[in-house]
């Protein structure tokens, strides 16, 4: 399902390791604060059916949408081996270790998506990150980021290059250009939406 050829980023091995596992106990957010969201999502994409969570962590985004359709085959994929074995533990929800890059199931899926994933990346592999969202998606495909209108670097919790914002959206719709189209975006403000970070998402249709 991952092919091990490839390097590493510093980023991953970041995430892979002590930094990754202290993330997830840190993280307490309940699948059900997110509900609300992902409804939304799934009422502007008719006929999901399968979707997969780059970046799913411990698997409290693909339990919200559990709760909101439990028909729905969930799949995450994940670096860190201690947030993947919490994501594995629940009933429904099938795990996989690796790097987006690499990651080569045997399947697609009807919804792709990531949320706070694509900011922690190297920027040098976002390019290859947006061709692979685009080829592991049957339908749909999500975003939901920290927004930038220019690329900027930012300090995260006393460390160098580990969190970016940019144009996440504007530059898959350009780097998938005439293979997508929007369906819609907006804005996830903190102070009404507090399990949320002041976050910006978009949700592009395969044309």
């Not at 409290?60 to 969930?74: E, F, G, K, P, R």
Request: charged residues 20%.
């Amino acid at each position: 399902m991952v092919e091990s050829t490839r390097v590493p980023s510093e980023q991953e091995q970041f995430w892979a390791g002590e930094f990754g596992s202290e993330y997830t106990v840190r993280n307490a957010i309940q699948p059900e604060q997110r509900a609300k969201f992902f409804k939304n999502i799934l009422n502007h994409a008719p006929g999901i059916h399968s979707v997969c969570e780059l970046g799913a962590n411990k698997g409290h985004n693909l339990l919200a949408i559990q709760s909101v359709d439990a028909t729905v085959q969930l799949t995450g994929l994940e670096l860190n081996p201690n947030a993947l074995k919490e994501l594995q533990s629940h009933p429904g929800l099938e795990g996989f270790q690796g790097a987006i890059q690499s990651f080569n199931p045997n399947k697609t899926f009807d919804l792709v998506y990531t949320c706070g994933v694509l900011i922690h990346l190297n920027p040098d592999d976002l390019t290859a990150v947006y061709q692979k969202m685009l080829a592991l998606s049957n339908r749909y495909v999500l975003i939901n980021e920290y927004y930038n209108p220019s690329p900027v670097e930012l300090p995260y919790r006393g460390h160098e290059g580990k969190l970016f914002k940019r144009d996440f959206g504007g530059e898959f719709w350009d780097a998938n250009a005439g293979q997508v189209k929007l369906v819609d975006y907006g804005f996830l403000w903190q102070r009404v939406e507090p399990t949320w970070d002041n976050t910006t998402w978009w949700l592009f249709e395969k044309v």
